[in-house]
């Protein structure tokens, strides 16, 4: 793999609030340098444009919209509000026109227009999502953990963990207004929390944290409406995983070829391969990754090193791949980061 890469790291931040680290990606022997530290609170995601010069975080007061510098350093842009409780996950659709925010906390999604320059303008739609009401704990209630376009750029899928499915909502490019297409529904109680699609975009995967699998769908349009076919259900855990076990992170490798979660409680982490000739997954390792809660994990842009974000051991462990004999071996020390949340690979130069 050629070109120089950064890293953007989110963390959460507790008195010290530089919630964003950027390492230089050492892709030859899998390793990061920590490069610099921006200034934000409670980075709990972050989201780069598709045209790579922008990158999006939550913060506690909304959304900050950063300039990726040709170094791979960021520059503040601007701060917009969302107009309820902090969120939880954003991305943006295919033209960098619009951003998204889902609201696992009050179940909202919030679509803000972007400008030319990057910065972040007014909000175009709220959408509150309804549950059964207050009587209710976590199941049940909403709570949007996930936006994501198809790769048409028609619709944006919602994942909600609450209520068990995964609303599709057709974008007006113009108005910024979000109408209801239609609904996946996954297992009551599965808890659907991160969503990707594959490179062309025909196929769909949404890991529930809850049952621990990952459903695979086809995704088509005819007469201006979607269709989602299930046609895959695989577990993200081994037959002996740990008690207490949730499913947590979701990637894609940078050829589409692979797929990674990972396994709080189990403190594992899953590779599968992406069958190209029909979008189903073929298991090939499932292992520890020697720290606690694997919040995100990620395979490097060679595919031959793997990091994990251990948010609660306060740390990334790093490890050599050989997806031939499904294995992974610890490449040198820990690295300690603060309650580390998310992880981005951005090709410089």
């Known amino acids: 793999m050629s070109g120089k890469y950064v890293a953007y790291v989110s963390t959460y931040t507790m008195g010290d609030h530089h919630g964003i680290c950027i390492y230089d990606v050492d892709m030859e022997n899998g390793r990061f340098t920590l490069k610099d530290r921006v200034e934000i609170t409670n980075s709990s995601y972050l989201s780069i444009s598709h045209n790579r010069k922008w990158l999006y975080s939550i913060t506690d007061m909304g959304v900050e919209a950063y300039e990726i510098l040709p170094d ?48 972040v303008g007014e909000i175009t739609d709220e959408i509150f999502h309804r549950g059964l009401g207050s009587i209710a704990e976590r199941n049940f209630r909403p709570h949007v953990s996930c936006v994501k376009m198809t790769r048409d750029n028609h619709y944006l899928c919602a994942a909600d963990m609450g209520l068990d ?55 088509k349009e005819e007469h201006d409406n979607p269709f989602f076919e299930k046609i895959q259900t695989i577990p993200t855990v081994n037959d002996y995983h740990a008690s207490g076990t949730a499913a947590s992170a979701l990637n894609l490798s940078e050829d589409f070829k692979y797929l990674v979660s990972s396994n709080a409680g189990d403190n594992s982490v899953v590779v599968y391969r992406i069958e190209q000739s029909d979008g189903r997954l073929d298991k090939l390792l499932c292992l520890p990754i020697s720290g606690e809660y694997p919040k995100d994990a990620a395979l490097f842009p060679d595919n031959r090193h793997l990091v994990s974000l251990n948010h609660e051991s306060n740390t990334m462990t790093f490890f050599h791949v ?28």
Not at 175 to 201: N, Q
């Open 72 to 119: 791979g350093g960021l520059k503040t842009i601007n701060r917009a509000g969302i107009n309820g409780m902090r969120g939880h996950y954003l991305s943006t659709d295919y033209d960098d026109h619009f951003l998204f925010v889902a609201g696992w906390h009050d179940g909202k999604i919030t679509a803000l227009r972007l400008r030319e320059d990057g910065s």
């Open 165 to 219: 499915h995964t609303k599709v909502y057709r974008l007006d490019h113009e108005s910024g207004k979000l109408k209801l297409a239609d609904v996946i529904r996954s297992e009551v109680e599965s808890a659907p929390s991160h969503i990707k699609f594959s490179r062309e975009g025909k196929y769909l995967y949404i890991v529930h944290e809850l049952k621990k699998i990952i459903d695979v769908y086809t995704y």
């Open 322 to 349: 050989d997806m031939e004999k499904g294995l992974i071996v610890m490449n040198g020390k820990e690295l300690p980061v603060d309650q580390p949340n998310c992880v981005i690979f951005h090709r410089i130069g």
